[in-house]
């Protein structure tokens, strides 16, 4: 799942830096975690669709955690781009050489914010490739 995680970092360092600040900002915001307590997917959640309120619910959305368990490193994120952190797979997709800590979040119900029910699945760690066509 890190694999899907990261493929949205690389986008970003591919594009105009114009167009890639905000796109790795908003990476930042849907995946990383910058706290002691994560209370609940929705509540993560809750945050993004506050700063882009369009967006629909979201099927499928996983947090990067630190190894702490805790605050994302988002060094070890952006090292997955670099040749010592990740194997390309090809275009902007690479495969992290370092396992993460992620939470599955996974929508219950609803279409648009505020009524976006979100499930929070348990902690796990991943490095594997994973799918991205829902983003």
């Not at 997917?41 to 700063?51: D, G, L, S």
Request: net charge negative.
């Amino acid at each position: 799942m890190a694999v899907f995680l990261l493929y949205l970092l690389l986008v970003p360092l591919a594009l105009p830096p114009v167009l890639s600040q905000g796109t790795y900002y908003k990476f930042k915001l849907q995946h990383t975690f910058s706290g002691n307590i994560l209370k609940s997917c929705t509540r993560f959640m809750k945050a993004v669709y506050q700063k882009y309120p369009d967006m629909e619910c979201k099927h499928h959305n996983t947090i990067i955690l630190g190894d702490n368990g805790f605050e994302t490193n988002l060094n070890d994120v952006t090292n997955i781009c670099k040749q010592y952190g990740g194997t390309p797979k090809g275009g902007n997709l690479f495969e992290s050489i370092k396992e993460f800590n992620v939470i599955d979040c996974n929508l219950e119900s609803g279409d648009y914010p505020p009524n976006c029910r979100i499930q929070q699945g348990g902690e796990e760690e991943h490095n594997e490739e994973e799918d991205h066509r829902d983003l």
